[in-house]
């Protein structure tokens, strides 16, 4: 191995692919020789924001990285470091000229990793070079021109992976380096209800929504289980990056005015609102820890560890809501109306802050994206005061969208052998029913464990009141003049339809 050697670094995070990849493209064209690396970080590893469920899907996903880096007779360096101590092991080999990687709209310690990276770059004459992600953009203070840079990025020409003849470094020069540091196992659990990473999968998954699993889309959207199969299912994809936004997108632009096109011009629409949430988390990081509007920081309330026990592990005695629940710690999956429905039950019946609720479920979501999660749980929660209030009533919701109780019957087994009308409400049989049935409330499934009316009618009024507080309605009007179209994006927008 020639010592001192200058390369350059692809350092992967969120954009586990190959193709589509700026950072890749970059370092492709650089001409210099380059390493690919996955640095599992500590400071993620123990954060109580993962679960093991990520880092099995990454895991999964490297591996069909390597698959296709077979041919170039290489694979991603993975280990166990953080990211500066990585780079100092490898210098002891080459020296480094340039890292190519995306800007990570991630949580707080992933920001703060960053600065320390930037010092340490500037330290050791490193270049650091960032490419926008998705379309979203840092540092800016408006949506001036948000949309149509938006659509701009999406309609580029796809990045084709094609490096040079033995410009990637070799499966032996990588494992050289691996012998000095803390090489990780890319094995993963093989029996679970989880969906597995890797760009071939991702292509599998979406192939099948464009040919066929769309023509139900719009339909099924709300529904707890049709949704599992009508729904595109690739969120997990994209929120770990074995797809690009840019390529569903234009994907999904080259069919959705066939037959059946109008769902698909729904998706789309709602790969708009995804990076319009996480463009807003980049401008508003406090999202993390607070409410984006400052009105609601004064709201208070009583912590249960009982209540929020028995909402984690579906145990509260609310049918849907516990389905909702047990279905997504084991397979990791929800679909957006039950999201919000348990989030709402959490923040509105329970009457927890929604805080308590954020490492749990971003454990629990396979997808999680943190410029999804924290927008979503504040606007699920009331606590935006420019969206509407919606408190959910899992009992409507659960005869509308799960009129038989198929996915209720499905995760809460203690209720299979009732009638539909009870397994929606089991609380309303009566002593001679539950006699009937063989089922006792309070022994085979738990009694409701609050008034639902009353916590429901609770959190309306001090959530409405508290929406015309005039803090309150002086933040909204700085969150909706920062990030909600202008007048001018407004009327382009309608002219291009005339």
Same mark, same amino acid.
């Given at each position: 191995?020639?010592?001192?050697?200058?390369?350059?670094?692809?350092?992967?995070?969120?954009?586990?692919?190959?193709?589509?990849?700026?950072? !890749?493209? *970059?370092?492709? %064209?650089? =001409?210099?020789? /380059?390493?690919?690396?996955?640095?599992?970080?500590? &400071?993620?590893? #123990?954060?109580?924001?993962?679960?093991?469920?990520?880092?099995?899907?990454?895991?999964?996903?490297?591996?069909?990285?390597?698959?296709?880096?077979?041919?170039?007779?290489?694979?991603?360096?993975?280990?166990?470091?953080?990211?500066?101590?990585?780079?100092?092991? !490898?210098? *002891?080999?080459? %020296?480094? =000229?340039?890292? /190519?990687?995306?800007?990570?709209?991630?949580?707080? &310690?992933?920001? #703060?990793?960053?600065?320390?990276?930037?010092?340490?770059?500037?330290?050791?004459?490193?270049?650091?070079?960032?490419?926008?992600?998705?379309?979203?953009?840092?540092?800016?203070?408006?949506?001036?021109?948000?949309?149509?840079?938006?659509?701009?990025?999406?309609?580029?020409?796809?990045?084709?992976?094609?490096?040079?003849?033995?410009?990637?470094?070799?499966?032996?020069?990588?494992?050289?380096?691996?012998?000095?540091?803390?090489?990780?196992?890319?094995?993963?659990?093989?029996?679970?209800?989880?969906?597995?990473?890797?760009?071939?999968?991702?292509?599998?998954?979406?192939?099948?929504?464009?040919?066929?699993?769309?023509?139900?889309?719009?339909?099924?959207?709300?529904?707890?289980?049709?949704?599992?199969?009508?729904?595109?299912?690739?969120?997990?994809?994209?929120?770990?990056?074995?797809?690009?936004?840019?390529?569903?997108?234009?994907?999904?632009?080259?069919?959705?005015?066939?037959?059946?096109?109008?769902?698909?011009?729904?998706?789309?629409?709602?790969?708009?609102?995804?990076?319009?949430?996480?463009?807003?988390?980049?401008?508003?990081?406090?999202?993390?820890?607070?409410?984006?509007?400052?009105?609601?920081?004064?709201?208070?309330?009583?912590?249960?560890?009982?209540?929020?026990?028995?909402?984690?592990?579906?145990?509260?005695?609310?049918?849907?809501?516990?389905?909702?629940?047990?279905?997504?710690?084991?397979?990791?999956?929800?679909?957006?109306?039950?999201?919000?429905?348990?989030?709402?039950?959490?923040?509105?019946?329970?009457?927890?802050?929604?805080?308590?609720?954020?490492?749990?479920?971003?454990?629990?979501?396979?997808?999680?994206?943190?410029?999804?999660?924290?927008?979503?749980?504040?606007?699920?929660?009331?606590?935006?005061?420019?969206?509407?209030?919606?408190?959910?009533?899992?009992?409507?919701?659960?005869?509308?969208?799960?009129?038989?109780?198929?996915?209720?019957?499905?995760?809460?087994?203690?209720?299979?052998?009732?009638?539909?009308?009870?397994?929606?409400?089991?609380?309303?049989?009566?002593?001679?029913?539950?006699?009937?049935?063989?089922?006792?409330?309070?022994?085979?499934?738990?009694?409701?464990?609050?008034?639902?009316?009353?916590?429901?009618?609770?959190?309306?009024?001090?959530?409405?009141?508290?929406?015309?507080?005039?803090?309150?309605?002086?933040?909204?009007?700085?969150?909706?003049?920062?990030?909600?179209?202008?007048?001018?994006?407004?009327?382009?927008?309608?002219?291009?339809?005339?």
């Amino acid at each position: 191995m020639n010592i001192r050697e200058t390369i350059n670094i692809v350092w992967l995070k969120r954009d586990l692919r190959l193709h589509d990849n700026e950072a !890749i493209t *970059n370092a492709i %064209k650089s =001409d210099k020789k /380059f390493l690919i690396l996955y640095a599992f970080e500590n &400071i993620l590893l #123990n954060d109580e924001h993962y679960n093991k469920r990520h880092w099995d899907f990454i895991k999964q996903s490297i591996v069909d990285i390597n698959k296709e880096l077979e041919n170039y007779n290489t694979k991603v360096l993975s280990v166990q470091s953080d990211i500066i101590g990585l780079l100092n092991q !490898i210098q *002891n080999f080459y %020296k480094i =000229d340039t890292v /190519f990687s995306h800007q990570e709209t991630g949580i707080l &310690i992933t920001y #703060n990793r960053d600065k320390d990276f930037t010092r340490y770059c500037r330290n050791n004459n490193i270049n650091w070079i960032e490419n926008i992600n998705n379309g979203v953009q840092r540092g800016i203070q408006n949506r001036e021109y948000w949309y149509e840079n938006w659509e701009l990025y999406m309609t580029k020409k796809l990045e084709k992976f094609n490096p040079k003849e033995n410009q990637l470094l070799s499966n032996d020069v990588v494992k050289q380096i691996e012998k000095i540091s803390h090489p990780i196992s890319l094995e993963t659990s093989r029996d679970t209800k989880f969906q597995k990473g890797g760009r071939t999968l991702a292509w599998k998954y979406a192939n099948t929504f464009f040919n066929e699993r769309h023509k139900e889309y719009m339909f099924h959207i709300s529904k707890p289980e049709l949704s599992r199969t009508s729904c595109s299912r690739i969120s997990p994809y994209l929120a770990w990056g074995n797809l690009s936004v840019r390529e569903v997108f234009q994907k999904g632009e080259q069919i959705k005015n066939t037959a059946n096109g109008k769902h698909i011009g729904a998706f789309l629409s709602r790969l708009r609102w995804q990076a319009h949430f996480i463009q807003k988390f980049e401008m508003e990081h406090i999202m993390e820890e607070a409410s984006i509007n400052k009105g609601y920081h004064k709201l208070k309330k009583s912590i249960s560890k009982k209540y929020q026990d028995a909402w984690k592990s579906g145990q509260t005695g609310f049918p849907l809501v516990d389905a909702c629940m047990r279905c997504l710690n084991e397979t990791g999956y929800l679909n957006f109306r039950m999201r919000a429905l348990t989030v709402s039950f959490f923040t509105h019946i329970l009457w927890q802050p929604w805080q308590d609720a954020t490492t749990h479920l971003s454990q629990m979501f396979l997808d999680f994206e943190p410029g999804i999660h924290f927008p979503q749980l504040q606007m699920q929660a009331g606590e935006t005061g420019i969206n509407n209030l919606r408190i959910y009533n899992p009992v409507k919701n659960g005869i509308e969208h799960d009129e038989d109780a198929v996915f209720i019957k499905k995760w809460v087994p203690e209720l299979r052998k009732l009638d539909t009308v009870f397994a929606h409400e089991p609380y309303l049989m009566t002593p001679l029913e539950q006699q009937l049935h063989h089922f006792i409330l309070g022994e085979d499934y738990p009694l409701p464990i609050v008034d639902i009316k009353k916590n429901r009618r609770k959190a309306s009024d001090v959530l409405w009141n508290l929406k015309k507080n005039s803090n309150v309605i002086k933040e909204s009007n700085r969150i909706l003049k920062r990030h909600t179209l202008t007048n001018r994006n407004i009327l382009l927008k309608h002219k291009g339809k005339d």
